[in-house]
């Protein structure tokens, strides 16, 4: 009967070392945490359950990677087969190990971002409304609006007046 394959997430706890064995074969080991969550109807929270502890080894190409990629504290997927259980921990051959992507980013060696891609993501800033501006002095000489124009663009255009020329209503402050 062949092991079943299983899926982990958990957060690396140990640096991974890379060895070779006499026949030049890499082979990397480290080791990982998983922490289940359980909600508990009585509080109606979620809580930490039980960590269980695996030792993972990586063969070949998958170990050479891995020991350049991880380090102590990084949250990854782990997929692979259950060799043996030990010593309260259970021991991965893993086939594959992908980063978790909820608490950071990752870059592949084919598409390194520039260097401005390494700043935080941050929301745009607040449009501030502009600063009140001091009043102008009211402009004389030919072309100048008149001086009703600066007394009530000045004031807020808060009525509404009659044109001097034919008695229509201007309709100011809208």
Not at 64 to 92: M, P, Q, W
Request: hydrophobic share 30%.
């Amino acid at each position: 009967m062949a092991p079943s394959i299983t899926h982990v997430s958990g957060t690396v706890t140990s640096d991974a070392e890379c060895r070779f064995t006499e026949s030049g074969i890499a082979v990397c080991r480290f080791r990982l945490t998983q922490t289940p969550s359980q909600w508990d109807a009585g509080t109606r929270q979620w809580r930490d359950g039980t960590p269980i502890s695996y030792v993972c080894t990586a063969w070949r190409n998958l170990a050479r990677n891995t020991a350049e990629s991880l380090t102590a504290g990084v949250t990854i997927l782990a997929k692979g087969r259950i060799t043996e259980i030990k010593d309260n921990s259970i021991y991965l051959s893993v086939d594959d190990i992908g980063i978790s992507l909820r608490q950071r980013i990752a870059y592949t060696q084919a598409s390194l971002p520039s260097p401005a891609a390494t700043a935080p993501v941050t929301p745009p800033p607040t449009p501030q409304p502009d600063p009140p501006s001091a009043p102008r002095p009211p402009a004389t000489g030919p072309g100048s609006p008149p001086a009703w124009w600066e007394e009530h663009r000045s004031s807020g255009w808060s009525d509404t007046r009659t044109s001097a020329a034919d008695g229509t209503p201007l309709h100011l402050g809208r």
